[in-house]
């Protein structure tokens, strides 16, 4: 059965482990709410059907007819994302520090795990690093017209008309009912379009664009972020039972993972905003194995030094044509 990496947290009980854990899912949106399957392979392979069989009415005594229908064959894989952090044992050693360096560079590591992930999640592209698996971005583009909703340009950027604001609502709606079951589990975007959007909806007097996310039941297990305060890891705000999430910066703390820059329907200021579905039906992560961190040296041979490894194999499967939709057009900056 596949988790979320929040859901593998229980069964983390050594506390370097427990604590770089804990780093990641209060940074990665994505990481926290998408479930994971486990491959225990570096490819996975499934199809998918987009037709169906359909009988016919006959006669009693009428030759039955023979139909058949052929699957799409997809494959998956999962790369790796690593890295080496190296500690002074002198440093470890020394009882006057607060906390120990390995574990804060562990927490750091995994804090930028959970921004390379996030950015990779959306901006993944193969055809510019194969080392990284294809984003969201790049999975929407190959999935059918329906899913990407927005031809024109909508501007809720400064002090939108009534009709503006119809039309940008009619838009996330339209968003909304192109994935499966018309309602995709969260939505992500960024800061930007969350100001904006809670902006149109306070004008508009919108039922259910706030949550008690404490108490709410938008998730059907308790996890950490029932008690973190980082704002990265809450809804910016709550629509039709939606959570809408800001997925944040890169690594650098500074470039958005989502601009507000695209040159596309009719804009070029415009955003975009993802709408997902999550499941091994849908859109899911796959992993060889969960996060590793991990000390594999006490001592290096050539330094006095504690080797600590951190690892993760990971990628992204779309089983369905329709587990995700892509809102393009939206201006949110002047």
Known sequence: MPYTIAEHLPSMTEPLKRGAYISLIRESVIADMLSFRNTNAMSIAGERYDNVIEPEWIDLNEAIPDKVTRGKNLSYGVYQMAVHLDIPNPLERD????????????????????????????????????????????????????????????????DPSEAVMQAF??????????????????????????????????????????ADWLNGKFLPFMDERRSSSAASTKPMFVYQDIPFYDIGPKADMTTNIILNTYSEASSTQATRVFAIKQGSDDLEGLQFSPPSMKKIFDTLEDKDVQRHRFTWITGLGMWSRNGMSVMRGVKVTG
């Open 169 to 210: 609502v009619d838009r996330v709606d339209a968003m909304i009912d192109a994935v499966n079951g018309h309602k995709p589990d969260f939505v992500i975007s960024n800061r930007q379009f969350g100001l904006r959007a809670r902006s149109v909806f306070r004008r508009m007097k919108l039922a259910g664009n706030d």
């Open 95 to 158: 009882d006057g520090v607060l906390e120990r360096p390995s574990s804060r560079q562990a927490k750091m590591a995994m804090i930028g795990a959970a921004y390379q992930f996030n950015n990779t999640f959306v901006n993944g592209d193969q055809g510019v690093n194969p080392k990284q698996f294809d984003g969201i971005e790049k999975i929407v583009s190959n999935m059918g017209s329906t899913q990407s909703v927005g031809t024109t340009e909508i501007d809720i950027s400064g």
